[in-house]
């Protein structure tokens, strides 16, 4: 990687969204008793922070609608009491909780770029596979993370970084890939319990 050791001096900077390993494992049952799938074909959704001051990224995530649909959300700082989480893979993701999602994320400082691929149904199956054998992420290393599970899956054109800016520049590039830009310009009290309130339609967020 070029420039590393100055990447990894500025990386507190630039992800600041991406918090320590927390070791939580919920137990199998729970994630079985609230999974969910999303109807329609397989995708992946690559889910981008991005700082609306510096235009610098935040923080990586990566969505997975296979046989279920569960968020990669490595050294994340979301939680919600209907999405179990194993080793940063949350589960249960039905609309309701994606949006929970996505508005505890955008804010008045913070846009979001959400990025959607249609894959075979077997490389959603293995990038589930992936994704839980990950285990934790250490802090400010959610771009490492989800950039090189994506690296695993073949995405070629989606270099190994850092940077989750770079990661989702790489990212759009792929075929059919469809983007969609989240703001909000309310402040939330997620802060203090990230339950409450819903404020974002991700499918009728404006751009």
């Known amino acids: 990687m070029l420039r590393r050791f100055a990447a990894v001096s ?4 630039l992800v600041a969204a991406c918090g320590g390993a927390d070791n939580v494992y919920a137990p199998v049952e729970e994630v079985a008793q609230f999974a969910y799938r999303a109807p329609g074909p397989a995708t992946m959704t690559l889910i981008t922070v991005i700082n609306n001051r510096s235009g610098e990224g935040g923080h990586s995530a990566l969505m997975i609608n296979g046989s279920q649909r569960v968020i990669f ?6 939680w919600n009491p209907s999405s179990p989480e194993r080793g940063d893979v949350k589960y ?3 609309d309701g909780i994606l949006t929970n ?4 994320h955008a804010r008045p400082s913070y846009r979001l770029i ?6 075979p149904p077997e ?7 992936l994704v839980e054998a990950h285990g934790p992420a250490e802090k400010a290393t959610c771009g490492r993370s989800v950039s090189g599970v994506l690296h695993q899956l073949g995405f070629s054109e ?5 940077f989750p800016k770079r990661i989702m520049e790489d990212f759009g590039e792929l075929p059919r890939v ?18 409450v309130g819903v404020n974002i339609d991700l499918y009728n967020a404006p751009a």
């Open 10 to 13: 500025v990386l507190p900077l």
């Open 73 to 78: 959300d490595p050294a994340g700082s979301w």
């Open 92 to 94: 249960g993701i039905t």
């Open 101 to 104: 999602y996505i508005d505890y």
């Open 114 to 119: 959400v990025q959607e691929v249609e894959v």
């Open 123 to 129: 490389i959603a199956e293995r990038a589930i596979a």
């Open 158 to 162: 989606v270099r190994r970084s850092w």
């Open 178 to 195: 469809t983007q969609t830009i989240i703001r909000d310009d309310t402040e939330d009290n997620y802060w203090e319990d990230p339950s």
